[in-house]
Structure formats: C-alpha cells, structure tokens
C-alpha cells in the first residue's frame, strides 16, 4: 500500500487482480478521523508544493514528517507496511509497522488527548446571553418595522430569518465554542418569538 497526493488529496494505491487502484482513505477500514487528518496533510502539502521551494523550507520540512507520521499511523492500524511518496521530494520511504511500545504509548497519547476539558459554563452561558439579546433585538425590531407595513411580510420575514440561522446553529450546536452561540441564537429566536405573541393580545 502506497500513500501519495493526487490534486489536494489523499489517496493510497495498491494492486489488485487488475492492476494498481488508488483509492480514497474513507473507503478503507482506518476510522473517520485518520482519514480526515490524511485529506488536510494532503491539502495543506499541494499549497505548500505550489508555493514554496521543494528543497527547502520550514513548511516542507513539517509536510514532509507529518506524511511519515500518518504513514506509520495507517501501517499501525492495518497492521502492514506503508510505502509514503512524499509530496514536497517525490522520495518513496517505507514506513514499517511500528513496534509493541510504540503502539502502548500512541495508545496512552489517545487517552490523554480524549480527556474532556472542563466546560466553560461562565464564559459559555455569557456568550449565549449576549447572542440571546442581539438576536431578540433584531428579529422583534425586523418585525415590528415589517408589520407596520404588512404582518404576512412580518411573519415571510421571521421564516426567512430563521431558515437563514438554522443549519449555522445546526452545525454549530457541538463545536466546543460555537455551541454557546447557537444556544444564544435559539433562545433569542423562541423570546423574540414569545415577545411578538404578546404584543399581538
């Protein structure tokens, strides 16, 4: 199996009944988030072969070890060696299965990486209080200046809204720092919501 850049990609090629394949890392058994970190290296050494001086270079140099590094990370799990072409060089390095030890201490680095940070519950409650206020603001100022005029241009104007803000909150709902503001978000929607409901009665 072979690690190799194809236009920002990566890609491992092997040979098969016919002929050599290349395929994508997704497709193979190595878990989500290895083969993510193998599509940014590979991103990150085509912007850095496309500007930069091959031979030298502080960037190359950390393409270059970060390549062996999910070379030996991708031998480690399918538990066979991994020839690496690097990008920056065109050298072809084997990399080898890594040894017993290696492989306890990647798996103490993976538990200590896997901790959960204490959440930020000050800070975090903070930030959604202030997204909770700007957001009320906007949308109950939007609709009361749209409803003078029409309240279905009111009411289009929240959907629209709404459906504007929702797959940001969406994704944002578990990034560690976006969270809080998608919780701001949701609660300035539903209170601005509630507001317009009482100035109706």
């Known amino acids: 199996m072979e690690l190799r850049v194809r236009d920002g990609r990566a890609v491992l090629a092997g040979e098969d009944e016919s002929g050599e394949r290349?395929?994508?890392?997704?497709?193979?058994?190595?878990?989500?988030?290895?083969?993510?970190?193998?599509?940014?290296?590979?991103?990150?050494?085509?912007?850095v072969v496309r500007t930069e001086t091959p031979a030298d270079g502080v960037a190359s140099a950390l393409v270059t070890r970060r390549g062996k590094q999910l070379a030996g990370r991708i031998a480690s799990v399918m538990n066979a060696p991994v020839r690496y072409t690097d990008p920056v060089s065109?050298?072809?390095v084997s990399v080898d299965v890594p040894e017993a030890?290696?492989?306890?201490?990647?798996?103490?680095?993976?538990?200590?990486?896997?901790?959960?940070?204490?959440?930020?519950?000050?800070?975090?409650?903070?930030?959604?209080?202030?997204?909770?206020?700007?957001?009320?603001v906007t949308v109950v100022s939007l609709?009361?200046?749209?409803?003078?005029?029409?309240?279905?241009?009111?009411?289009?104007?929240?959907?629209?809204?709404?459906?504007g803000l929702a797959p940001s909150v969406w994704l944002g709902r578990k990034v560690p720092v976006w969270r809080w503001v998608a919780y701001g978000v949701v609660t300035g929607v539903i209170v601005a919501w509630l507001s317009l409901i009482l100035t109706l009665l």
């Open 22 to 47: 290349e395929v994508d890392p997704h497709s193979l058994p190595l878990g989500a988030d290895l083969a993510e970190a193998l599509h940014e290296w590979a991103k990150v050494a085509d912007a």
């Open 90 to 92: 065109g050298e072809l």
């Open 101 to 136: 030890p290696v492989k306890a201490a990647s798996r103490v680095e993976t538990v200590v990486e896997d901790e959960p940070e204490p959440t930020p519950w000050g800070t975090g409650l903070t930030v959604s209080v202030i997204t909770a206020a700007i957001v009320t």
């Open 143 to 163: 609709s009361l200046g749209l409803g003078e005029t029409s309240r279905w241009l009111a009411l289009i104007a929240n959907v629209l809204v709404v459906g």
